[in-house]
């Protein structure tokens, strides 16, 4: 039995888990004073916008594990290697909500292991039904991760513009991937799946932000 396949999973795993994510793009936001946001940003608004970018980071870490588990099941070359960059290009987000977490002085879900090893497996059940309904889970899962990060730049302090434009461009790099999704032959998903996907994300991102 070759084991490489399992040890390459593995090594993606605790590299998103533990490892500093990489990020090829300039971080948005950087060039925006933060010593004007201290000054403004209380101690109560700072770690609200830390949870939220904490909140996000953790949908960071299920997508990295979603898309890990829909290529691993995919039947078609192209759509694999279309999943696996995907995958490449959020980790970019992964990156940068990390270090806006810290920059905050906030930190990171204690349960990220949790919703890794859930998505996990929910992107490895996906991609078990074949690639069009494989695809049409990962259209619909950026189209409700667009209108999170939207509700999130409503919710953050008006002075946090570093937080504000790092969910902005995660919202467009999102929109980016389901439409490559439906571009692909994706398959629109019964409303009770949808449905289904909106309250786990409400679990997790309730719990995510005070854990």
Not at 171 to 179: F, G, L, N, V, Y
């Amino acid at each position: 039995m070759n084991l490489d396949p399992l040890i390459v999973e593995f090594d993606k795993a605790l590299r998103t888990l533990f490892a500093p994510a990489p990020t090829a793009r300039p971080v948005p936001g950087a060039d925006q004073p933060e010593a004007e946001a201290e000054t403004v940003l209380d101690a109560a608004a700072r770690a609200h916008a830390a949870a939220l970018m904490r909140v996000n980071h953790c949908g960071e870490i299920c997508a990295q594990a979603l898309y890990q588990g829909q290529a691993l099941t995919s039947r078609d070359a192209s759509i694999k290697q279309a999943l696996e960059q995907a995958g490449r290009e959020e980790t970019e987000h992964l990156a940068w909500t990390e270090r806006r977490i810290a920059e905050l002085g906030g930190r990171k879900s204690l349960l990220n292991p949790l919703w890794y090893g859930g998505a996990l497996a929910i992107g490895v059940i996906a991609g078990k039904f074949g690639d069009a309904w494989n695809l049409g889970f990962l259209a619909e899962t950026e189209r409700q991760v667009g209108a999170h990060l939207e509700s999130h730049q409503a919710r953050l302090p008006a002075e946090d513009r570093r937080s504000r434009a790092i969910l902005e461009q995660m919202r467009i790099d999102e929109a980016s991937h389901a439409e490559t999704a439906l571009r692909l032959g994706a398959h629109e998903l019964p409303a009770p799946i949808k449905h289904g996907m909106r309250l786990a994300s409400r679990v997790m991102t309730t719990t995510a932000y005070y854990l």
